[in-house]
Structures are given as C-alpha cells and as structure tokens.
C-alpha cells in the first residue's frame, strides 16, 4: 500500500512565522520586570519577615547614604572643573568683540559652562558682564542658551556608568541625551528668531519695567544645607575670580580660585596702659596700683577649614585631584545605587513604582499626566536647586527600567523650568546695581525654555527628542565607544571649532558653516525620503551603497576601535607579566556576536533520510524540517 508508506507532513511554514512572532514581540525599549527571587510574603515565617522589614529598612539608609555622597560628589566634580578650567572660561568671555556674535555666544555658553559644570556660575558671569556695561541684555541671550545646553553634560557623563549592561545603556543614554536633543532643537529654532526678532528681549524687557523691583532676601538653601558641610570641608572656591577675569580685570590672572581666607577674626593684640586709650569699644580695668589698662583688639584674617587651604599647590593640581576623586566617588555611587534599586525594586514593589510613575490618567485627562510630571520634575528641581543634580539622580532608573523614556522626557523639561525658577529667586535677592539685569537674564532662561516646551511637548508628533534620542541609544547600545564620541563631539570638538572660526571673523564662520549645515541638511532630506518615498529618488541615491563603507556605516570603525582596545588590552597585559591577556576574550567574543544574526532560521533539509538511515520509524523519515541557531 503506497499509501500507508507515506509519511506524515510537517509545514515550516507555521514554525517560521512563530520565530519571527517572536522576534517581532521583542522590543528593547520594553520596561524589564524585575522578578522577585526570594519566597512571597504569604509563604514567609515571623522571623523571615522581621529580617525582611529589617534588611528593607538597612537598604533605604544605605540608599539615602549612597544619594548623599553622589550629590555631594557632584558638587566636588563641579569645583574640581572649576578649578582645572575657570580661568580659561574668565578668558573666553574676555573678547567682548566675539561675544558680539550671536552663534560664537551660544557655543561660548556652551564652552563655559562644561568648563565650570554649573549653569548658574556661567550665568552669574554674564550677569556682572552685563552690569558693568561690557555685554548687553540682548548679546548676553544666546549665552544663556549655551549655558542651558551646557549644563546637561552631566547626566549624560553620568550616563556612561552603566555601560555594562547593553540594554541599560541604551535606555539610561537615551534618557540622558533626551535633554541634549531637546536643549539643540530648541537652540536651532529659538535662536534665529530672536536673532531677527528680539521676542526674548523685548518680552523680558516689558516685564521687568511693569514691575518695581526692589532687592529682596537670598534663595532659601535646601539641599545644600545637608551637603555642604562635607562639601566645604574638602574645597571652598572664590567665585568672583572668574568673573574678574572676564571683566578684564589682569590682577585676577595671579589670584588662586582655592578660597584661603574666610573673613576676619578679631585677635587681642596687646594691653596698654593709660586712660586716653580706654574708650566704650574697649575692654578697660585698673589694676592693684590704679593704673588703667586697656585690650588692644585687631581684624586678621580667618584661615578657612577645608582640606586644600593650607596646601601649597597649584589650582590645576587640586583641580585634577578632585576631579579623579570625584568621579572615582560618583563610579562607586552609581554603581551601588544601580545594584540596591535593583534588589529593592522587584516583584509587586517594582509593578506598584512604574504604574504610579508611567500610568497615564483615565481618558480624557490622560494628556494631563506630562504637565503633572512637569510640575513634580520643576517641584524636585527647586528642591535640590540644582537641574544637574535631579536629571543625574533620575538616569540610573531609567536605566533599570523604572521610569519609561516617555515619561522621563516631561520630567527633563519640568527640571528646565525649576532650575530658572532658581535663578530667578537668586537674582530677586542681587544688590540694587545688578537687580533690573539679573531678572532680566534670568527671565530670558525661563522663557527661552517655556518656549521650546511649547514648540516640542503638547503635540505627541513633536516630540521629537524622544525619537532622536532612542535612535543614538539604539546606536550606542551596539557601538558602546560612539557614546563618548558623541560627548566629546557635541560639548567640546564642535563648540571649539565655531568658537575658533569666530575668532578668525564672521565671513569665515558663515563661509565654512553655510555649506556644512547645507550638507547636513541634504543628508538629512535623502535619508527621509529613503524611508518614506523611495521611488522619487534615482536609482543611485535609493541607498547609500555607492560610497565608502566608512561613510555612511559605523562598523568598520568598530572593528578599528576594537582591534585598538584590544591592542591596548594586551600591551597592557603583557606589562603586568600576568595571564591576563583572557580577560579581553569575551570582549572580543561579544563584540563579533553582534555582527551575527541572533535569530533561529528556517530552511528545508534537501537529504532524504530513509535513504540514509533505513532503519528509521517512517515517522521520523518525515521531519525534513531542520532549524538552525546561528
């Protein structure tokens, strides 16, 4: 019976479209469930839970810890560029004739305050610039900008930390970078508009002039009262030295930025005998004999208490020091921080932090949940006065998977506002001179930032950092070395060159910048039309195969920046004279795995295997359907 001989078939079909199901179904950017590994609550004893509640409690304390000296360190990683670059920034912002120009102020604000890693130190330059009449209101606002962008190099140098893991990475740079992407948007767009309009100026200006402004009381400190008496026992810095420089002054060039005197003392110098001495501001008396005596005090002044004030070493010197303590304390913080949230934040506790935090509100409020993240991201902002601080303290969740980049964007733009808002009360608190420019500026921030939300948040197609952003942590997730390419590209190279090219004149900036950003923008229009409407395109413009594989893809420069670790891997093993030469094996091993498929693949099996095997149960003869795991 030929029949009965037949075997029974099997499709690949349905097997095929399983896999790619499943491929399909796997999304990076998904929020990862951190599983709890320890029995449930119901199964534990009295004594189990007990330690359980007690080992929670520990973990809080360290975290908090942990929070304290990564805030702290942050702040000595401020002082310590301060320290290694304040001068140069005094210098930069001397050539008032370049500051003239609009693009050369935007890249200056930039420069300055990556130098000095703190937005509000860059703005207070400004703000004295101003007043003692070497900039204007109007010159002194792409500064400002600059500075907005300037200050999100933190998060994303904090960002880097957790480039252990691909998939954390990818998700806490693009967190990070969010704010980058949102700060240059906003740049390219607001700022040829106040070029030719002068909105900002001109808004801030009727403002302040309906207003009468007298000068109020300081910013009221919050989270520097907890952290700067560790902060101020290591380093304590004259700020005014950088503005001196800038304002030209050439006795501040000598001066040192380590602040070693802190006010005056009084010391009793001597007593002296005689009446003509004594007056009511003295401490007088008459001895056995009835002659007056009386203290002769004097003001010397007061050494202050922190580690480097009696060092004798240079400012570049203490600069660097701190700034590899600094970073050294912020790795372990990081690192730490990433491990606890990790134990802590799993089974029901990790379901209960991401509904509350990236559950929408009930239709039709949902819309309202991005502004109510804005107010608490603006709320924290003002509370640690620093935007720097809170949108660090928020990548490694982003990173771990508590906080979506979709909601992490709305927070970002509420920390822009709070950190203004903070500008704003210290400038209401400047002397008489200084009050009418420093809320001016100060207002020209808030609304610069007021005014990108507007262009990037309300509509969902706009926001288009998210979709940036998720595509260089999609691209720095498989090349890991682009990430600090990126950041030395985009807050150093790049403003260094404008910068140069501005000194050189505006006619050489204008005639290498005009055909780059033309270039750009080329580049930009076939690569949209590549994906979206191939079919207007010619035939050689459809894909970007006719030039050099360098050019349009980054995996030769991979494989050159991998063999070059790898060379340095094994000079450096080979110096140790240790069999450590393994350990940069798996590197190599990860890194080529990527270049391979990691997918199951479907192909028909063309050998007949009963003529192979004829002992085989016919059943078995019919599985001619073979996958393969490359």
């Known amino acids: 019976n030929t029949s009965s001989d037949l075997p029974p078939s099997y499709s690949s079909v349905t097997v095929c479209q399983d896999v790619s199901e499943k491929e399909k179904e796997f999304d990076p950017w998904d929020m990862p469930e951190l599983k709890s590994t320890g029995p449930k609550w119901a199964e534990m004893t009295t004594k189990q839970r007990v330690l359980s509640v007690l080992k929670a409690i520990a973990r809080f304390i360290l975290l908090l810890g942990l929070l304290y000296f990564f805030v702290c360190s942050l702040d000595v990683l401020s002082s310590a560029f301060q320290l290694v670059g304040g001068k140069a920034a005094g210098d930069i912002f001397k050539n008032h004739s370049v500051l003239s120009n609009p693009v050369a102020g935007l890249v200056i604000g930039v420069l300055v305050t990556v130098l000095v890693q703190?937005?509000?130190?860059?703005?207070?330059?400004?703000?004295?610039?101003?007043?003692?009449?070497?900039?204007?209101?109007?010159?002194?606002?792409?500064?400002?900008?600059?500075?907005?962008?300037?200050?999100?190099?933190?998060?994303?140098?904090?960002?880097?930390?957790?480039?252990?893991?691909?998939?954390?990475?990818?998700?806490?740079?693009?967190?990070?970078?969010?704010?980058?992407?949102?700060?240059?948007?906003?740049?390219?767009?607001?700022?040829?508009?106040?070029?030719?309009?002068?909105?900002?100026?001109?808004?801030?200006?009727?403002?302040?002039?309906?207003?009468?402004?007298?000068?109020?009381?300081?910013?009221?400190?919050?989270?520097?009262?907890?952290?700067?008496?560790?902060?101020?026992?290591?380093?304590?810095?004259?700020?005014?030295?950088?503005?001196e420089i800038?304002?030209?002054?050439?006795?501040?060039?000598?001066?040192?930025?380590?602040?070693?005197?802190?006010?005056?003392?009084?010391?009793?110098?001597?007593?002296?005998?005689?009446?003509?001495?004594?007056?009511?501001?003295?401490?007088?008396?008459?001895?056995?004999?009835?002659?007056?005596?009386?203290?002769?005090?004097?003001?010397?002044?007061?050494?202050?208490?922190?580690?480097?004030?009696?060092?004798?070493?240079?400012?570049?010197?203490?600069?660097?020091?701190?700034?590899?303590?600094?970073?050294?304390?912020?790795?372990?913080?990081?690192?730490?921080?990433?491990?606890?949230?990790?134990?802590?934040?799993?089974?029901?506790?990790?379901?209960?932090?991401?509904?509350?935090?990236?559950?929408?509100?009930?239709?039709?409020?949902?819309?309202?949940?991005?502004?109510?993240?804005?107010?608490?991201?603006?709320?924290?902002?003002?509370?640690?006065?620093?935007?720097?601080?809170?949108?660090?303290?928020?990548?490694?969740?982003?990173?771990?998977?508590?906080?979506?980049?979709?909601?992490?964007?709305?927070?970002?733009?509420?920390?822009?506002?709070?950190?203004?808002?903070?500008?704003?009360?210290?400038?209401?608190?400047?002397?008489?001179?200084?009050?009418?420019?420093?809320?001016?500026?100060?207002?020209?921030?808030?609304?610069?930032?007021?005014?990108?939300?507007?262009?990037?948040?309300?509509?969902?197609?706009?926001r288009i950092p998210i979709r940036l952003a998720k595509g260089l942590g999609n691209k720095t997730a498989r090349y890991r070395w682009f990430a600090v390419i990126y950041l030395i590209m985009c807050f150093f190279l790049l403003p260094l060159a404008v910068f140069g090219l501005s000194i050189a004149g505006w006619q050489i900036l204008v005639g290498v910048c005009v055909p780059i950003v033309f270039l750009i923008l080329v580049v930009i229009v076939i690569n949209t039309l590549q994906a979206k409407c191939p079919r207007v395109l010619p035939n050689v413009l459809k894909t970007w195969d006719f030039l050099p594989k360098w050019m349009h893809s980054l995996s030769p420069w991979d494989s050159w920046m991998t063999h070059a670790a790898l060379f340095c891997g094994r000079r450096c093993c080979c110096c140790c004279k240790c069999k450590c030469c393994s350990c940069c094996q798996p590197i190599e091993d990860e890194e080529l795995s990527l270049d391979k498929p990691q997918a199951l693949e479907c192909h028909e099996n063309v050998v007949d295997l009963s003529d192979e095997l004829p002992n085989i149960d016919s059943k078995e003869q019919g599985k001619n359907l073979s996958l393969t795991s490359l």
């Open 118 to 243: 703190s937005s509000s130190t860059s703005t207070s330059i400004v703000v004295s610039m101003v007043s003692s009449g070497l900039l204007t209101v109007r010159t002194a606002i792409p500064i400002i900008m600059g500075a907005n962008i300037g200050t999100s190099v933190t998060n994303t140098i904090v960002a880097l930390m957790q480039s252990g893991d691909r998939n954390e990475f990818r998700r806490a740079f693009a967190g990070a970078t969010v704010h980058d992407f949102f700060n240059w948007l906003s740049v390219l767009i607001l700022l040829p508009i106040e070029i030719a309009s002068g909105y900002l100026f001109h808004l801030t200006n009727a403002i302040v002039d309906s207003f009468n402004l007298e000068s109020g009381e300081d910013a009221p400190d919050m989270l520097k009262v907890i952290t700067e008496p560790l902060t101020k026992g290591i380093i304590q810095l004259d700020k005014k030295v950088i503005q």
């Open 246 to 462: 800038a304002n030209g002054d050439p006795a501040a060039q000598n001066k040192s930025l380590i602040k070693r005197d802190c006010g005056t003392k009084m010391w009793v110098n001597a007593s002296v005998p005689g009446k003509e001495n004594c007056t009511t501001s003295r401490l007088c008396w008459t001895d056995e004999n009835n002659v007056t005596w009386t203290e002769v005090q004097e003001q010397v002044k007061a050494t202050c208490a922190h580690l480097f004030a009696k060092a004798n070493l240079p400012d570049l010197a203490v600069g660097l020091i701190l700034l590899a303590l600094s970073l050294l304390v912020l790795c372990t913080c990081l690192i730490l921080i990433v491990k606890l949230l990790n134990s802590m934040l799993k089974g029901q506790v990790s379901v209960a932090i991401k509904k509350v935090i990236n559950t929408d509100f009930p239709f039709p409020f949902s819309w309202l949940t991005g502004y109510l993240a804005m107010l608490v991201g603006a709320g924290m902002t003002f509370i640690v006065q620093s935007s720097s601080v809170f949108t660090s303290a928020i990548t490694p969740l982003i990173g771990i998977g508590v906080i979506s980049i979709e909601r992490a964007y709305p927070l970002t733009l509420g920390s822009n506002i709070g950190t203004t808002t903070t500008a704003l009360l210290a400038a209401l608190a400047s002397p008489g001179e200084t009050l009418y420019n420093s809320v001016q500026i100060a207002l020209c921030h808030f609304f610069f930032n007021i005014s990108g939300i507007i262009l990037f948040y309300p509509i969902p197609f706009t």
